[in-house]
T-cell receptor, first 111, second 115 residues
């Protein structure tokens, strides 16, 4: 079956540091890949997505590139802010009506 | 104005009680979901409905019963609540599950505490 493995947290960074959260996946077909973000006390919301190999999703300074050869979709940001503190979920969608989520990575950014 | 709303936001109850959580979406989406998030933030899909029909039913105790009166609503009823049911429950919706590019839109969550 499908699965998503993402970097274990928690991750703690200083403001303006570079962020990478690793995500790899296994899927039988050609999934779409997503990063969702969950701010404290809220539901998940889409951060970015990519629907085919070599696509790059980007939003709010975050980027991730769909790498089919390494089955990866790593999340990066050049300079994090305190307001980026949240839980980040990598996910894939292949079968109708079902997405597979990673276990989430908690990011804390300190001033 | 809220896209996906859930009530109540907090629910505290005793073991053995029966409770319901309601979810409504005003996005015109065809598919709705229920997820359970535990204290470690792990997210697990429970059910999904497409146009009021059940399409995903993961391994969930049959004490949990979803009900979709129309495609804008998906309620979750839980019988005989147990301590292990304590979690945050999220409702979500998406436009069209027939493709794989669907973004899911999540509600704010319902924090259930069973004492």
């Amino acid at each position: 079956g499908n699965s998503v493995t993402q970097m274990e947290g928690p991750v703690t960074l200083s403001e303006e540091a570079f962020l990478t959260i690793n995500c790899t996946y296994t899927a039988t077909g050609y999934p779409s890949l997503f990063w969702y973000v969950q701010y404290p006390g809220e539901g998940l919301q889409l951060l970015l997505k990519a629907t085919k190999a070599d696509d790059k999703g980007s939003n709010k300074g975050f980027e991730a590139t769909y790498r089919k050869e390494t089955t990866s979709f790593h999340l990066e940001k050049g300079s994090v802010q305190v307001s980026d503190s949240a839980v980040y979920f990598c996910a894939l969608s292949e079968n109708a009506g079902k997405s597979t989520f990673g276990d989430g990575t908690t990011l804390t950014v300190k001033p | 104005d809220t896209a996906v709303s859930q009530t109540p936001k907090y629910l505290v109850t005793q073991m053995g009680n029966d409770k319901s959580i309601k979810c409504e979406q005003n996005l015109g989406h065809d598919t709705m979901y229920w997820y359970k998030q535990d204290s470690k933030k792990f997210l697990k899909i429970m059910f999904s409905y497409n146009n009021k029909e059940l399409i995903i039913n993961e391994t969930v105790p049959n004490r949990f019963s979803p009900k979709s009166p129309d495609k804008a609503h998906l309620n979750l009823h839980i019988n005989s609540l147990e301590l292990g049911d304590s979690a945050v429950y999220f409702c979500a919706s998406s436009q069209d599950p027939s493709g794989n590019t669907d973004t899911q839109y999540f509600g704010p969550g319902t924090r259930l505490t069973v004492l």
